[in-house]
């Protein structure tokens, strides 16, 4: 049971290059989140999705676009990669009768 | 003032030792309260749910005093194994009844 997968697990890019961070998950969960985690601010979340096709803003939304079209992926894309996007991205997922998430083994995106 | 408040420590006791952690949330309405722990560059996970009554879960022992809106862990016999961030999480009642909000957490290094 692979239950929540992220890929890639480390990327580099440059500042301004579109970047995609993919969230898998095989529990048919019909709730996903996308968080950052940095040092002095602890777990913020992006953006997080209700079912398929619905989507909504978190704390920290700007510069960041998600898509769900598949109960199982929620893909989050950075347009156009900043300094400040340079973080540890975490995807979760929680299914309908309980509030606990499950989180991916997270992303490490550093943009140069 | 932050919606969730934890000690950051760092927590450092001896193998045996029986350590506690506090943690005060703003939000009074708030419905459901969780422990999660993070391992050094690892993802958060789901430790224990914390119940009205009190629970216990082995050496895990989760207080909810909502009088006084904190939220408390202990842990008893600590293990070199326990060292990690011990993270407070809230589920506010504000917004999606999904979010959760995560504390900054609380380092723990259990020492032989």
């Known amino acids: 049971d692979a239950g929540i997968t992220q890929s890639p697990r480390y990327k580099i890019t440059e500042t301004g290059r579109q970047v995609t961070l993919m969230c898998h998950q095989t529990?048919?969960?019909?709730?996903m989140f996308w968080y950052r985690q940095d040092l002095g601010h602890g777990l913020r979340l992006i953006y997080y999705?209700?079912?398929?096709?619905?989507?909504d803003k978190g704390e920290v939304p700007d510069g960041y676009v998600v898509s769900r079209s598949k109960t199982e992926n929620f893909p989050l894309t950075l347009e156009s990669a900043t300094r400040s996007q340079t973080s540890v991205y975490f995807c979760?997922?929680?299914?309908?009768?309980?509030?606990?998430?499950?989180f991916g083994p997270g992303t490490r995106l550093t943009v140069t | 003032r932050k919606e969730v408040e934890q000690d950051p420590g760092p927590f450092n006791v001896p193998e045996g030792a029986t350590v506690a952690f506090n943690c005060t949330y703003s939000?009074?309405?708030?419905?459901?309260f969780f422990w999660y722990r993070q391992d050094c560059r690892k993802e958060p996970k789901l430790l224990m749910s914390?119940?009205?009554s009190g629970n216990e879960d082995g050496r895990f022992t989760a207080q909810l005093n909502r009088a006084s809106q904190y939220i408390s862990l202990l842990i008893r016999d600590s293990k070199l194994s326990d060292s990690a961030t011990y993270l407070c999480?809230?589920?506010?009642?504000?917004?999606?009844?999904?979010?959760?909000?995560f504390g900054s957490g609380t380092q723990l290094t259990v020492l032989p």
């Open positions: 979760a997922s929680s299914g309908v009768h309980s509030y606990e998430q499950y």
């Open positions: 529990w048919s969960h019909s709730y």
């Open positions: 999705s209700a079912a398929a096709d619905i989507t």
């Open positions: 939000n009074s309405a708030s419905q459901s």
């Open positions: 914390v119940y009205s």
């Open positions: 999480v809230v589920n506010p009642p504000s917004g999606s009844a999904r979010q959760l909000t």
